[in-house]
């Protein structure tokens, strides 16, 4: 199995700021990597798919990049409904498997 | 617009064997370009993937449950069902049906979950 370690767990910023999550995969996964932002009770929410492809109806201010065993997440200016978990997904190869999230709080 | 719903039992008793349904609304559970699948999440947890299926029939299981776990689909009745048989507590969580955009390799439509608590 492809495990997805992210870093930090838990991080803590304000409005405003620039904020990134790293993902990253124990074997190369090309760019089959996806990123979901879940809030507290609610369902999961596609932000980007293939590394890089911004879902539609995702603010600009979502970004993300990588390839092969290291990715990232970038919030380029923090609004207040982004303060939420995050959680990477790869499907280069079965079994599919998630990070185990960042928790991403008001400062 | 497509609408995943999950319907099944809140409460299991253990050794017990939990049903859940979802039902596709909106498009065809047979459109070429998706597949389908089930995701759980235990209480204060992360995301664990269960199984999938396209719609050729090709099923996919998580190591940890395919002893366990049955994923399959009814296209005359739009929906696809999961069944965990040997059901212990540590099988608590919200189930997740949910749409898998085949050219994204990622799940683009969620349904709203269901809670299931396995408890005698």
């Known amino acids: 199995d492809i495990q997805l370690t992210q870093s930090p767990s838990f991080l803590s910023a304000s409005v405003g700021d620039r904020v990134t999550i790293t993902c990253r995969a124990s074997q190369g996964i090309s760019s089959y990597l996806a990123w979901y932002q879940q809030k507290p009770g609610k369902v999961p929410k596609l932000l980007i798919y293939?590394?890089?492809t911004l879902q539609g109806g995702v603010p600009s201010r979502f970004s993300g990049s990588g390839s092969g065993t290291e990715f990232t997440l970038t919030i380029s200016s923090l609004q207040p409904e982004d303060f939420a978990t995050y959680y990477c997904?790869?499907?280069?190869?079965?079994?599919?498997?998630f990070g185990q999230g960042t928790r991403l709080e008001i400062k | 617009q497509l609408q995943l719903q999950e319907s099944g039992p809140r409460l299991v008793k253990p050794s017990e064997t939990l049903s859940l349904t979802c039902i596709v609304s909106?498009?065809?559970?047979?459109?070429?370009?998706?597949?389908w699948g089930w995701i759980r999440q235990p209480p204060g947890k992360g995301l664990e993937w269960i199984a999938s299926?396209?719609?050729?029939?090709?099923?996919f299981y998580s190591p940890s449950l395919k002893s366990r776990v049955t994923i399959s689909v009814a296209p005359s009745k739009n929906q696809f069902s999961l069944k965990v048989s040997s059901l212990t507590a540590a099988d608590t969580a919200v189930y997740y049906c949910?749409?898998?955009?085949?050219?994204?390799?990622?799940?683009?439509?969620w349904g709203q979950g269901t809670m299931v608590t396995v408890s005698s």
């Open positions: 299926i396209y719609y050729s029939g090709s099923t």
């Open positions: 909106g498009d065809s559970i047979s459109s070429s370009g998706y597949y």
């Open positions: 949910a749409r898998c955009l085949q050219k994204a390799d990622a799940f683009d439509i």
């Open positions: 997904q790869q499907l280069n190869s079965y079994p599919i498997t």
């Open positions: 293939a590394a890089s």
